[in-house]
């Protein structure tokens, strides 16, 4: 196929939103990184300031977004009671169980489970970058290996090289098997893969005429920032703010876009909340209710199982609570339970009603 110049972006919304808050994100904090490096050392800790931008305001909040998508929408909580229902029941009914026979298996399991997450949000930002491109069997496969590539490698290297400077949840969680001859393969495959990539792309740039932009982007920024993130740094602070911003600050901004073409239209059956949102000045009150919801949760986290950043919790801490081991086999799964529930309906929620959600290339918004 060939087209002629000027090639349409395959935008979502307006493209401004979409370059700052999806595609933006991993090549800004790889910046911050290197302007600031003594920051991002070898350590192993994360100072508060950092943790409640991070964490708190970035990782548990993006968890929460998902409520504009599911929960807070009238016509679909109606249409999917029994998913929107059922996951969590049965979410918390298994984490009980595995947490009952080690607290080790619950936290390598929901480690797990996220990182799949992980991977496959950066794989479906690849498909809404190419929904506009004609349909090539061999350059979307190319495609599709690359950012597996560009995920899973990196999660290879953890698992096969040294113990690394941080985790994904909890000390252990990730299984470590010390391998330099899998790490070795890993390796040369991770870059035939690359330079495959490079190859198509030139291939399809002179076929085409076109260069999708938004597409490149997103898998360049999901190769340098799972790779500088998990091989080239130990430390946590740069793990933690490459994987974070990342992934939560595009996911809350995808969930943004949604909220504004589908609950802002005259011919929209949203309720008024929904409307109030995501107005044009509903931006405050989208955020301030994913943090609040955030804090409320982290704090009983630390009250109850963590207690490691009182300062920050301190609303919290005017009682002190003990919590048995037994005890803590149903606070611990049911204090997970949105992450949890996040991970797995993530995967249906963006087939719900999907004729209702028309990826505009004309961002009309």
């Not at 919304?13 to 911050?32: D, N, R, T, Y």
């Not at 409640?52 to 929460?64: G, K, N, S, T």
């Not at 109606?78 to 169980?97: E, R």
């Not at 400077?165 to 070795?184: C, M």
Request: aromatic share 20%.
């Amino acid at each position: 196929m060939t087209s002629s110049l000027p090639y349409r972006q395959p935008w979502v919304g307006k493209p401004w939103i979409e370059i700052i808050f999806i595609l933006l994100p991993p090549f800004a904090s790889l910046l911050f990184i290197f302007l600031f490096p003594s920051m991002f050392r070898d350590n192993k800790d994360i100072p508060d300031t950092w943790w409640v931008i991070l964490i708190l305001l970035i990782d548990v909040a993006h968890v929460y977004s998902t409520l504009y998508r599911t929960y807070f929408d009238r016509q679909i909580f109606h249409q999917q009671k029994g998913l929107l229902f059922g996951i969590p029941f049965i979410a918390f009914i298994a984490g009980v169980v595995f947490y009952s026979i080690s607290s080790i298996l619950f936290w390598r399991l929901l480690a797990y489970v996220a990182v799949f997450h992980f991977v496959r949000q950066q794989y479906g930002f690849l498909r809404v970058y190419s929904r506009k491109e004609e349909k090539n069997n061999w350059y979307n496969r190319i495609d599709s290996l690359t950012i597996y590539a560009a995920t899973v490698y990196p999660l290879l290297y953890w698992h096969f090289s040294d113990n690394r400077n941080f985790n994904w949840f909890t000390e252990g969680d990730f299984v470590n098997v010390k391998s330099a001859t899998l790490l070795a393969v890993a390796t040369t495959l991770y870059w035939l893969t690359i330079a495959l990539y490079l190859v198509k792309e030139v291939v399809f740039c002179f076929s085409t005429r076109s260069i999708n932009l938004p597409r490149i982007t997103v898998i360049a920024g999901t190769a340098l920032s799972w790779y500088f993130g998990i091989v080239y740094f130990n430390g946590d602070m740069a793990f933690t703010l490459l994987n974070v911003v990342s992934h939560g600050v595009p996911y809350m901004a995808l969930i943004w876009l949604y909220g504004k073409k589908n609950y802002t239209l005259p011919t929209s059956k949203a309720g008024g909340f929904l409307r109030l949102v995501f107005s044009q000045y509903g931006v405050l009150l989208f955020v301030g209710i994913i943090f609040l919801l955030a804090y409320v949760e982290e704090g009983l986290w630390d009250i109850a199982v963590w207690k490691e950043r009182a300062n920050v919790f301190a609303a919290f801490h005017f009682i002190k609570v003990n919590v048995s081991d037994k005890m803590l086999a149903f606070i611990v799964p049911l204090l997970a339970l949105p992450q949890i529930t996040h991970y797995v309906i993530d995967g249906y929620i963006w087939r719900i009603r999907k004729d209702n959600f028309k990826w505009n290339s004309e961002a009309k918004d």
